[in-house]
């Protein structure tokens, strides 16, 4: 298997890829993507059975089949920067990352506070080190909750390449 070019981990689907690759083997497979909502389960302590997991798991399957549109449980970086765009956004990515939200979302007010934003962003694979930069990034009324409409529009923006201030902060 090779790896994607060093430089591609600089841009923005760079980053989202290799935070899809779990495993950091350089290629995104249907285990990588599948471990990162088995890891939100258990990180937000919820059960196999619990709706909101069964949402999750409903959406990643539907995510996962529309980016390894050849169902060989492989998307290569070169599949996912063709497929990424603002219509597979709409359409696709933000049922699976809001399903993820709202794993995190104990409440179910539609906001994380630092400690569960945290909690998703290091079971879903991104990097630790910027968690607060993001979180902070995120909260632009520094109530100290994060949307889930406006995290949602930050990782849109990012991925089809709008310009947003969080981006760099959020991967
Ligand atoms: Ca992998
Ligand atoms: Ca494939
Ligand atoms: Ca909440």
Redesign the pocket.
């Known amino acids: 298997m090779s790896l994607p070019d060093a430089p591609a981990l600089t841009t923005p689907k760079g980053r989202v890829y290799a935070m899809l690759?779990?495993?950091?083997?350089?290629?995104?497979?249907r285990?990588?993507y599948f471990v990162r909502i088995e890891r939100a389960r258990q990180a937000t302590g919820r059960d196999h059975d619990d709706p909101l997991v069964i949402a999750a798991r409903t959406t990643g399957e539907r995510a996962w089949a529309a980016m390894d549109a050849n169902g060989d449980g492989v998307m290569t970086y070169e599949e996912y920067v063709a497929w990424v765009d603002a219509d597979k956004f709409d359409n696709v990515c933000r049922y699976a990352l809001g399903a993820l939200f709202d794993l995190a979302d104990a409440d179910q007010d539609g906001a994380l506070d630092r400690a569960q934003f945290t909690a998703l962003r290091q079971a879903l694979n991104n990097r630790a080190s910027n968690a607060d930069a993001a979180f902070d990034a995120l909260d632009a009324d520094g109530d100290g909750r994060v949307h889930r409409a406006e995290y949602l529009a930050s990782i849109r923006a990012y991925v089809t390449g709008e310009d947003s201030p969080m981006g760099d902060a959020l991967y």
Do not use: C, E
């Not at 690759?21 to 497979?29: E, F, H, L, N, Q």
């Open positions: 690759d779990t495993d950091g083997d350089g290629v995104a497979s285990h990588d």
